[in-house]
């Protein structure tokens, strides 16, 4: 797959990783209690109810949905696991920038199937009306039924000793992705491998990508450079800025579209 010649700015931000760190990684010495060879830090979860993730260019009443959770969408739920088990403020912000410079990967389920349904909702007008604060109006929502696991990889040569014991001391935590009610089960397995091949995902970065016979592409959501948690809270009036606290990566995605009905989209992996 030759990726587009253009890239923007915001795809720049992930450094090289430490050529010292690497050669560590590359021996069977366990890291933080998880035995090697091998770069990547994989944890497998169990999907447990229906997934929905809007993408980027989603809009209140149209809600297109990935069929995978993002590397925001992972990151900020290792962040509200680490507010849920009483981490405070100060070190849930501390481990949210260690996480800027993290690359991770998404292994897809097997088999997911995509509900296409219009639904009614309240939402509030465009011209304001104290007396009726919400009309009624319709909006298009998918939702996405996973089979099989998901498989989250961090790429641990971007991580320090204390950011490797984090992940794996908050993997298990991890009981939800994407939006709320997305719920996912840890499946007791932490891991390392040395490659992850064309079963995840690979960004696109300016270099030949190997796609696999079934593959879309769509852009998926990371921190930016300068992403904090006082910005990218969901309590803040902040502005987030594109390319600086979010930043966007067109991705392979290694599951295709393999069949299409009345209200519903199947995506598999072979």
Not at 102 to 130: C, G, H, L, W, Y
Not at 213 to 233: I, Q, W
């Amino acid at each position: 797959m030759t990726p587009p010649r253009k890239k923007r700015e915001d795809e720049q931000v992930l450094v090289a990783p430490d050529s010292h760190r690497l050669r560590m990684l590359e021996r069977d010495d366990p890291v933080v209690g998880i035995p090697g060879p091998g770069r990547w830090l994989v944890v497998d979860y169990q999907p447990t109810s229906l997934f929905s993730l809007k993408t980027s260019q989603a809009t209140s009443s149209v809600g297109v949905s990935l069929v995978i959770p993002t590397p925001y969408a992972i990151k900020m739920a290792f962040v509200d696991a680490a507010f849920r088990v009483g981490i405070n403020m100060d070190q849930c912000a501390g481990l949210f920038r260690s996480l800027v410079s993290v690359d991770v990967r998404i292994a897809p389920s097997p088999a997911a199937v995509v509900t296409n349904t219009f639904v009614k909702i309240r939402q509030e007008p465009k011209t304001p009306n104290p007396r009726s604060p919400y009309i009624s109006s319709i909006a298009y929502r998918e939702l996405v039924y996973l089979s099989g696991r998901w498989s989250w990889a961090f790429d641990l040569a971007c991580c320090n000793d204390m950011l490797t014991a984090q992940l794996v001391t908050l993997a298990p935590l991890v009981n939800y992705v994407g939006k709320r009610g997305s719920f996912v089960q840890f499946l007791g397995r932490l891991y390392r491998r040395t490659d992850l091949g064309s079963g995840f995902t690979q960004p696109i970065r300016g270099e030949e990508v190997a796609t696999p016979a079934r593959s879309h592409v769509r852009a998926l959501d990371d921190f930016g450079p300068d992403a904090d948690l006082e910005t990218l809270s969901s309590f803040t009036s902040k502005p987030a800025k594109r390319g600086k606290h979010r930043r966007f990566m067109e991705t392979v995605i290694p599951v295709g579209l393999s069949n299409t009905g009345p209200g519903f989209s199947e995506y598999r992996i072979d």
